[in-house]
Each structure stands twice: as structure tokens, then as C-alpha cells.
């Protein structure tokens, strides 16, 4: 099994399209997406249309579960208050702009999507989607969390493998669960928006394969380059904070 995952457009159709693009010479058996079509660019209505013309499965980012309810909360973890700042632009062009169709198309997704696969021993194994965490929508699952609290997250949500987003920086953290079984968290970072300094867009491909040990998942973490000007000057060009595009230029804050 050949999965790609995609997460985090935030309204970057050039990004997205990018994205899709190179996954269509992968001929993968399935894409998914770990949510936030919306905020921080224009094309928020635009990149809803892409996904679900694709048909592809999607569940709620934290700020689809905003823009979906009309609140101009996007649950956003701003830690200065020029963010919060930047950030009410933000939420308030896209409040302004989203058709009602697509804001009920947001309230539609649901919070997680777990796939089983059943081993030849007649076990399962499960791969779960979420975007920040199993407990909350807006958790922050970074790459230096202690093991010992990414095994309880993992164990507790029943998975073998925890795919989330939210972050914007993509890692893959191997970790032994209490029974001694191999676990993964993987942070498919983000299409268009990244924040680990690279502005290329970013998603994951898992390959699932079954040997005399169990199934095997290997993840590979493909950077595309794409039209940051055209993104970068369509912020410029609208009621959005400027700072925006030059974060877009940087790949990252």
C-alpha cells in the first residue's frame, strides 16, 4: 500500500496544485488530507473546490473547525500579540470571504480517520489521522516531545501509527510501546505554509508493506518546489497582513 498524505494548505492553491501534481507520477493507491484548507491566503474557497473535486478523504484542521463554526477563534496558539493581531486579519478576511457552502463543508469534516489493515497473524493494524493530536484538534505535537508522552498518546488512541499536521515541520519519531511493539508518529508538515525555514511545499508518502515480522511502514517526506511569488504576491495584493508573504518567502515565521 502506497499512501500519500497532505496537510496545512491554508488557502495555497498554487502550493496544493503543486502538491498534487508530483503525487500523480507516484501513482499512489490513496491520498488523504489532515486538514486547515483555510487561513492565511486568498484561495480558501478555491482549494476546498481542489480537494473535494479529488474526492480526497479529509478531516477538520483547527482552523476549519473556526472558519466551519463562523467564530473568530481559529484556536491558534499565537504566543505574541502581534500575532493575535495578524492573526484576527487573518480569520476575519477568510470569515469574510468563505462562500456558506464551503463554511458547511468545513462543519462536515470529521475530527480523525483510523485505517486497519489486518496482518497475516489476523491482527490489526491501525493507522490513525489526526491533525494536532487524538486529544484536541490544536494540540502541538512537536518533534522534541519526551517518548514516554508520545507512547501514551499513541497507546491510548489504539494506533500503530499516528499521522497529524498542525505544526507546519515535518518529523518521524520511532517509539517502543509498553509491550515492546514498534510505534510511529509521523508530522507530514505543510503544503502551503511551512515553518522549518524551507518554503518549498511539503507532504509524506508511506509505503505499507508486509514481511515475516509484521507490516512495515516507511515514511518519505518529498519537498516541491512551486510558485511562491504568485502565493507571496496574491497576500500582497489583498486585505491580509504583508508579513504573511514574507513568511511564505522565509518558510517560516
Not at 492573526?87 to 469574510?96: C, F, L, M, P, V
Not at 519526551?146 to 499536521?165: F, K, M, P, W, Y
Not at 498542525?166 to 503544503?191: C, E, F, K, M, W
Request: proline residues 4%.
Amino acid at each position: 500500500m502506497h499512501i500519500a498524505i497532505i496537510s496545512d494548505i491554508h488557502a495555497n492553491l498554487p502550493a496544493l496544485e503543486a502538491c498534487l501534481a508530483d503525487i500523480a507520477t507516484l501513482k499512489v493507491d490513496a491520498v488523504y488530507c489532515l486538514g486547515d484548507l483555510v487561513g492565511y491566503n486568498v484561495w480558501h474557497n478555491e482549494v476546498i473546490d481542489c480537494i473535494r473535486s479529488a474526492r480526497i478523504p479529509t478531516i477538520a484542521g483547527n482552523y476549519d473547525v473556526g472558519i466551519g463554526a463562523a467564530s473568530d477563534d481559529c484556536g491558534c496558539a499565537y504566543t505574541t500579540e502581534q500575532e493575535r493581531q495578524l492573526g484576527k486579519q487573518s480569520i476575519a478576511y477568510t470569515n469574510a470571504t468563505i462562500t456558506d457552502e464551503r463554511r458547511s463543508y468545513l462543519r462536515s469534516l470529521p475530527a480523525h480517520l483510523t485505517i486497519e489493515y489486518r496482518r497475516a497473524s489476523g491482527e490489526l493494524f491501525r493507522l490513525m489521522m489526526v491533525h494536532g493530536s487524538p486529544r484536541r484538534v490544536n494540540e502541538y505535537l512537536f518533534a522534541d516531545r519526551s517518548q514516554e508522552s508520545l507512547r501514551r498518546i499513541v497507546e491510548n488512541a489504539n494506533a500503530d501509527v499516528l499521522l497529524c499536521g498542525h505544526t507546519h515541520i515535518p518529523y518521524h519519531r520511532i517509539i517502543t510501546a509498553t509491550d515492546g511493539r514498534t510505534l510511529q508518529v509521523i508530522n507530514v508538515g505543510s503544503v502551503g505554509k511551512p515553518k522549518d525555514r524551507d518554503p518549498r511545499a511539503c507532504y509524506a508518502v508511506l509505503r505499507l508493506e508486509e514481511d515475516s515480522s509484521g507490516i512495515q511502514c516507511q515514511v518519505a517526506f518529498r519537498r516541491i518546489t512551486y510558485d511562491v511569488e504568485r502565493a507571496a504576491r496574491a497576500i500582497e495584493q489583498s486585505p491580509l497582513p504583508d508579513e504573511y508573504a514574507a513568511m511564505l518567502r522565509a518558510g517560516g515565521n
